[in-house]
């Protein structure tokens, strides 16, 4: 819905006012959907559609803190995006060093790299190591900026982890499988310790995970927005807050 523009602040302000601030999530993850074709319906380059998406970031984590959120996953870069033409990929990754840079730099966000490190080039990896030390000591949001990530490899590389873990103790094969449970996976999870999403929010109108925090996902609410990502606006948030506010959450019972 588009209002006229002085009534659009109105519209904006009643809704936020509206929120019910006991019953908004507590971590949100978004899926920033939409830069290429973004910049494609305006004859831009795709480094510019990148870098609009980038610059909406910002807007996105003062809009959580506002409504109380406590924790944002950012899903940035997937693995899958990491087979993109290098002529893309390259610039893609600078832009997001940056935009991680600018973030820390701003020390109002703590930031948490999610993601296998190990498949970034190395320069890419050495500034999402350096945000996260140089938030460490942050308190306030939470931000998981999830570069180089899937859903899948992060199962993986949860269940590798424990493996390794429980045989360093001197654990044979057996008593791992016997005593193996769900939460074990849990543990060592690249977001092990925090809540998982209450509500996932993906932009561009596309309506699938995509591979995002499936094993956290489980019990979550999903808000599909038909607007890319570069054009999500604060009114697309709230929005996405009211809904999620006016479901009955079950969790499976």
Known sequence: MRLPHPLYGLYERRLAASLPREQLPRHI?????GNRRWARSLGESTATGHRRGADRIADVLAWSEEVGVEVVTLWMLSTDNLTRDPAELTPLLGIIEDAVRELAATRRWRLQAVGSLDLLPEHTAAVLRDAEAATADITGLHVNVAIGYGGRREIADAVRSYLRERAADGATLDEIAASFDVEHIADH???????????VIRTSGEQRLGGFML????HTEFYFCE???PDFRRVDFLRAMRDYAARDRRRGR
Request: hydrophobic content about 40%; overall charge negative; glycine content about 8%.
């Open 29 to 33: 993850g978004v899926i920033l959907d």
């Open 189 to 199: 999870l690249y977001t092990k310790g925090q809540p998982d999403p209450d509500l």
């Open 215 to 218: 094993w956290q996902s489980v």
């Open 227 to 229: 607007a890319y990502w």
